[in-house]
């Protein structure tokens, strides 16, 4: 069992990236869990749609709600966000090698969303790739404690991370 984290520095750079590295471990035949965001530009507004793509192979969860054009809080849909939560908590079940969680985010810094699927899956001997920004960093340290290992945001040293399937 092993954790480790990413950041990126472009907005939205975190999203493909991980996509991208969950569909790879996949290929290479590893049991995948988790969550992938995948977003979608809303005609007529700055802010686009932001998906749960349940790995690995779905359902897709809408998680981000519509505020309105001129709306600049947070568009987390806290219960699409459970809802993802609850779908990957049932992934576990079945056996998993590598549990992927596109964002350690406000929900699991302040103790909620993804945080009990975590634990359960380096319970059960899994490794964990989390996706992360600067805002939420000191939080996930402090869920962690000195476990946590930083990667680079770079396909190849993501990919040599990856655990092998036995």
């Given amino acids: 069992m092993r954790i480790a ?20 471990a996949i ?8 969550i992938v965001q995948v ?3 809303r005609p007529g507004c700055a802010r686009c749609d932001m998906d749960a793509v349940v790995l690995p192979d779905g ?3 809408r998680i981000s709600q519509s505020l309105g054009r001129e ?9 699409g966000l459970e ?3 609850a779908a990957t908590q049932a ?4 056996g998993v090698d590598l549990l992927i969680v596109n964002k350690f985010g406000k929900q699991e810094a302040a103790g909620r969303g993804f945080r009990p699927v975590i634990a359960a899956a380096l319970e059960s001997g899994a490794d964990v790739l989390l996706g992360v920004n600067g805002i939420n960093l000191d939080a996930l340290r402090d869920f962690t404690g000195d476990a946590a290992v930083a990667l680079p945001p770079d396909p ?3 990919l040599a991370w990856m655990p092998v399937r036995a």
């Fill in 83 to 85: 809802t993802a939560v």
């Fill in 71 to 79: 709306a600049r809080g947070c568009r987390l849909d806290a219960e």
């Fill in 27 to 34: 290929a290479r035949g590893l049991r995948v869990a988790g």
């Fill in 39 to 41: 977003n979608s530009d």
């Fill in 5 to 24: 984290y990413t950041m990126t520095e472009g907005r939205g750079e975190l999203d493909p990236l991980l996509h991208d590295l969950a569909q790879a």
């Fill in 91 to 94: 992934r576990l079940a079945d």
């Fill in 59 to 61: 359902p897709v969860i």
């Fill in 156 to 158: 190849d040293a993501l």
